[in-house]
């Protein structure tokens, strides 16, 4: 399978202009947290900021993990072989970053 139908097969396009929004915030967040250390801005205060930027991270990466199970774990399950333990395989070790970050 070649990348261009690969990439027609992500289980998140259909909510990729809302993933793309989310992370747009974010990036403006991160911003906003630069600008605080350059103002020289309480550390609590810019502590706080992180947690949110932080809380913003986790939830799209849950978004997109819920994505990934639902489509191509799924898909990859029903099918079956060595694709079904790959994709089981990725899900395990995205779960396991996910828990230590």
């Given at each position: 399978m070649d990348t261009a139908d690969h990439a027609l097969e992500r289980?998140?396009?259909?909510?990729?202009?809302?993933?793309?929004?989310?992370?747009?915030?974010?990036?403006?967040?991160?911003?906003?947290?630069?600008?605080?250390?350059?103002?020289?801005?309480?550390?609590?205060?810019?502590?706080?900021?992180?947690?949110?930027?932080?809380?913003?991270?986790?939830a799209v990466s849950l978004g997109l993990l819920e994505e990934h199970l639902q489509h191509c774990v799924l898909r990859a399950a029903a099918a079956g072989g060595p694709e079904a333990d790959e994709k089981i395989k990725e899900a395990y070790e995205a779960v396991a970053r996910l828990v230590r970050s």
């Open positions: 289980g998140y396009l259909h909510r990729k202009d809302d993933y793309l929004k989310r992370l747009r915030r974010i990036e403006g967040q991160a911003r906003g947290l630069q600008r605080m250390v350059e103002d020289e801005r309480y550390c609590i205060d810019i502590l706080q900021q992180i947690s949110a930027v932080t809380k913003a991270l986790q």
